[in-house]
T-cell receptor, first 115, second 117 residues
Framework: SQTIHQWPATLVQPVGSPLSLECTVE??????LYWYRQAAGRGLQLLFY??????ISSEVPQNLSASRPQDRQFILSSKKLLLSDSGFYLC??????????????FGNGTRLTVT | AQSVTQPDIHITVSEGASLELRCNYS??????LFWYVQSPGQGLQLLLK??????LVQGIKGFEAEFKRSQSSFNLRKPSVHWSDAAEYFC???????????????FGRGTQLTVWP
């Protein structure tokens, strides 16, 4: 069966510090991978998605970047965090080829607080 | 443009009462519809999905949803709510990118469910 791991679970970082959140998927190959951010009362905002190694699409301009160095690894980064980067970050995957009719499978999320 | 509206930000029901969470979508083609549930501090879990066929779909945990094309709705229901159902519920529509087989899910802003004992 497929599993998705996301870490760390919680993170408190000062403004201006770097960020690295990691997500890995097991039990499948060539998944579509996603990073979402969830802010209170604002639902889920798609940040990045990837259909393959080194292929990253950004949905919104922001202070963050993503990378996919391996097939089942997806990393969310920032060089300098802003207060507005605080939120709950979720990694997710779907089966490849047609992501609009495939359910998303989510990790347990990372609670990021920028102080 | 694709969008999902969940009109109720917060709903409170008593344990044992029936539940209906509303979801309206905007999408020009045949929609692929999903309901997810999120417990505090956790990721989202798929409750059920509609792709085609029978407009009443059954999901996990005793939930069901009915697709009504004429109303552009996909409301989630449960006949008798349990205290463990307290969570946030998200409706989503899958939309294909023009000229591509790829697409993405568009989520509503969620409905927070509180269950009174």
């Amino acid at each position: 069966s497929q599993t998705i791991h996301q870490w760390p679970a919680t993170l408190v970082q000062p403004v201006g510090s770097p960020l690295s959140l990691e997500c890995t998927v097991e039990g499948t190959s060539n998944p579509n991978l996603y990073w979402y951010r969830q802010a209170a009362g604002r639902g889920l905002q798609l940040l990045f998605y990837s259909v393959g190694i080194g292929q990253i699409s950004s949905e919104v301009p922001q202070n963050l970047s993503a990378s996919r160095p391996q097939d089942r690894q997806f990393i969310l980064s920032s060089k300098k965090l802003l207060l507005s980067d605080s939120g709950f970050y979720l990694c997710a995957w779907t089966w490849t080829s047609s992501s609009y009719n495939s359910p998303l499978h989510f990790g347990n999320g990372t609670r990021l607080t920028v102080t | 443009a694709q969008s999902v509206t969940q009109p109720d930000i917060h709903i409170t029901v008593s344990e044992g009462a029936s539940l209906e969470l509303r979801c309206n979508y905007s999408y020009g083609a045949t929609p692929y519809l999903f309901w997810y549930v999120q417990s505090p501090g956790q990721g989202l879990q798929l409750l059920l999905k509609y792709f085609s066929g029978d407009t009443l779909v059954q999901g996990i945990k005793g939930f069901e949803a009915e697709f009504k094309r004429s109303q552009s709705s996909f409301n989630l229901r449960k006949p008798s709510v349990h205290w463990s159902d307290a969570a946030e519920y998200f409706c989503a529509v899958g939309a294909r990118r023009r000229g591509s087989t790829l697409g993405r899910l568009y989520f509503g802003r969620g409905t927070q469910l509180t269950v009174w004992p």
